[in-house]
């Protein structure tokens, strides 16, 4: 398991803080070699991600993705706004007026916040599914600019198409492709024209993100519920996109909400370090969370989301930080419950590494589980379609319908996830960690943990391609096995892993996309001790098997 480091929870050396000045020089001056892969585009389950100092997103791979994503809308027949957001990492101004150029010279409408601010990714999806409504033609799509919770050195680019969720593999590597084919060609073919006449040429327009989404969280939240119950609620933006939204949200419905830090900084100082010593806004890190932690006991519930405001991190006066999988099956225990006008067929939605208390929870309603690989792609037709009534995931990302059962993001959406903890306390008088430890009581109690194993990238590949076959598991902690899957049951998707299951526990690993590690998440519904020997034999069968 890797190593916590002794600066972790703690706050941040001013001498570790990254270089902003240098940081944005290195995104304009630096160029990328197409030839090297560290350096080229590319597209993970959160699109393109990096940082200028490790020339991984600099100019050149805004420019050349945007004109790929320009290339795109023109094959498919998009001519709609393009709604357009960042958050607040050093490198999303830069990049922002670096595809602000390329949109205009394409002559794309694109809509750029009108009080030049931060947009969360939520609400580009409530845009985008906003202005799509009821059209079959001129349809919008988006982009947001957000590495998510990465360090403060990073930055990211990503796409929704109309469906307003993020993009799938099939768009994802066409725009990787063409990006990296500009960039080897010299930038030639990426149109471009100087930021200052971009800013005014007539397809850029200035948009209100804040207005309707706050408008809109009522029918989503029973904010009238919230205010009359008189919740006291903690709130910390992490110093990220949702900063600005909180106070129009707390005077639109008059709900008694504290924001307890509304400092934007692109070091991220006022962050404590997170498990390896390093600043990432991470809100379901108890490190990254220390601060709003602390001050638990002066709300009746807490919370916080990370920079792009996709997701949530609970604080409970009752225990503190809820781990992520306690929080999604709480909210899905509560919102079936009190959604009345929900369909009877609207399913749940869950990715094959979140817990197992899920699925106990999801048979206590009566309602169908949809198990998934890892990534919130997997539940953008569900959501749109209203045929999932909560979609979420093990990292702390969920989305859910509107209380008549229309969708309202099929992104992930940090900022009803909170409101929702507080929704939870105002109707039942407990908050989500006793409405658990209630669940807990009637279908058992779930260890959970992820741990991360060192692992060859050959050993990865080896990982990837592991069936039943070769691992040859009959037991696992002195449990018969039950099953094993490389494919996730609700879709038949593969996951780029192996799970093991057995009647009280079960694991999963998969290889890392960035780093020399695989991933075990393993749960038991016993003890910890009996958790310690899945994780075990997991790594001694993994190893075998290599």
């Not at 110093?239 to 307890?260: K, L, N, S, T």
């Not at 919102?335 to 979140?354: C, D, M, N, Y």
Request: glycine share 10%.
């Amino acid at each position: 398991m890797t190593a916590q480091n002794p600066a972790a929870g703690k706050p941040v050396d001013p001498a570790s803080l990254v270089n902003v000045p240098r940081l944005v020089t290195a995104y304009f001056t630096s160029k990328p070699d197409p030839a090297d892969p560290a350096q080229r585009v590319a597209f993970g389950t959160s699109g393109h991600r990096g940082s200028s100092l490790k020339n991984s997103f600099n100019e050149n791979h805004i420019l050349a993705t945007t004109q790929a994503i320009c290339d795109h809308r023109r094959e498919t027949g998009l001519t709609g706004p393009l709604f357009i957001g960042i958050d607040t990492h050093a490198l999303a101004e830069p990049a922002l007026a670096s595809a602000v150029e390329v949109f205009a010279a394409n002559g794309v409408d694109i809509m750029i916040d009108e009080r030049g601010g931060y947009t969360p990714t939520p609400v580009i999806s409530h845009a985008i599914l906003s202005y799509n409504k009821g059209r079959t033609g001129g349809l919008a799509d988006g982009v947001v600019v957000t590495p998510s919770h990465n360090p403060p050195e990073d930055g990211g680019y990503k796409y929704n198409p109309p469906h307003g969720g993020p993009a799938d593999t099939d768009v994802t590597s066409k725009v990787e492709k063409a990006a990296n084919a500009y960039m080897a060609a010299g930038m030639k073919d990426v149109a471009r024209m100087p930021y200052e006449r971009a800013r005014k040429a007539p397809s850029t327009h200035l948009h209100d993100y804040i207005g309707p989404y706050v408008a809109d969280l009522g029918n989503a939240v029973d904010m009238a519920l919230i205010k009359s119950a008189g919740v006291r609620i903690g709130i910390d933006p992490l110093g990220g996109a949702a900063v600005h939204y909180w106070q129009p949200i707390i005077e639109h419905y008059g709900i008694d909400a504290v924001v307890v830090n509304e400092a934007v900084d692109p070091t991220f100082r006022f962050m404590t370090a997170d498990w390896d010593g390093k600043i990432r806004m991470d809100c379901s890190s108890p490190f990254a969370m220390a601060s709003l932690i602390q001050m638990r006991d002066k709300f009746d519930v807490a919370f916080a989301n990370d920079t792009d405001a996709d997701r949530h991190g609970i604080v409970t006066r009752s225990n503190g930080l809820m781990n992520p999988n306690h929080f999604l099956a709480a909210a899905i225990a509560y919102l079936f419950e009190h959604r009345p006008q929900w369909s009877r067929q609207a399913a749940i939605g869950k990715t094959i590494v979140s817990s197992s208390i899920i699925d106990r929870v999801a048979r206590k309603l009566n309602r169908n589980l949809v198990e998934t690989p890892v990534g919130f792609k997997w539940f953008v037709e569900g959501l749109g379609a209203g045929a999932f009534g909560f979609a979420g995931e093990e990292s702390a990302g969920a989305s859910f319908l509107k209380k008549d059962g229309s969708v309202w993001t099929t992104d992930k959406d940090g900022v009803v996830m909170g409101l929702l903890a507080a929704e939870i306390l105002g109707r039942t008088g407990r908050d989500p960690s006793q409405l658990f430890t209630g669940l807990t009581a009637e279908l058992g109690v779930p260890y959970y943990e992820r741990i991360d194993v060192p692992a060859t990238p050959k050993q990865k590949n080896a990982l990837k391609a592991l069936g039943p076959e070769q691992l040859d598991m009959r037991e696992l902690a002195g449990e018969p096995v039950s099953a094993v899957r490389t494919k996730a049951p609700g879709n038949d998707q593969s996951f780029g892993g192996i799970k093991v299951e057995t009647g009280m526990g079960w694991f999963a690993a998969r290889p890392s996309g960035t780093e020399d590690v695989y991933k075990i998440y393993a749960e038991s519904f016993r003890d910890q001790n009996h958790l310690k020997l899945i994780q075990e034999d997991a790594q001694r069968a993994i190893a075998k098997a290599f």
